[in-house]
């Protein structure tokens, strides 16, 4: 399995970005699929994720409001579309895909959760 992130770039505080996660290898329409992110010096941080079913979304604190999650399985893809963006959200976004059924049922917050990682993307926010 191969998860090819995209869509990063720079951008202004306010502005938006539509992250993109396609897979490779396997279909993803069993799976629930996460984005995380990693700055430098900080532990990774749960950004969002997605049910296989796409039923149930969860967001982290810091993005709820202004992120959203998506999938379309039949493109084999996973989305983030990122509005009013801060400097704070600067950093590398990862997406990931969980291989568990029952985990994937409710999509988990927990990067262990989560078998396969995208190379990451990185999203910088000038201030």
């Known amino acids: 399995v191969q998860l090819q992130a995209s869509g990063g770039g720079l951008v202004q505080t306010g502005g938006s970005l539509r992250l993109s996660c396609v897979a490779s290898?396997?279909?993803?329409?069993?799976?629930?699929m996460g984005w995380f992110r990693r700055t430098p010096g900080k532990e990774r941080e749960f950004v969002a994720t997605?049910?296989?079913?796409?039923?149930?979304?969860y967001y982290g604190d810091s993005v709820k409001g202004r992120f959203t999650i998506s999938r379309d399985n039949a493109k084999n893809t996973v989305y983030l579309q990122m509005n009013s963006l801060k400097h704070e959200d600067t950093a590398v976004y990862y997406c990931?895909?969980?291989?568990?059924?029952?985990?994937?049922?409710?999509?988990?917050?927990?990067?262990?959760?989560?078998?396969?990682w995208g190379q990451g993307t990185q999203v910088t926010v000038s201030s």
């Open positions: 290898g396997r279909t993803l329409s069993s799976n629930a």
């Open positions: 990931a895909l969980d291989q568990d059924a029952y985990s994937s049922s409710y999509g988990s917050k927990l990067p262990v959760s989560y078998d396969y």
């Open positions: 997605i049910s296989r079913s796409g039923s149930s979304t």
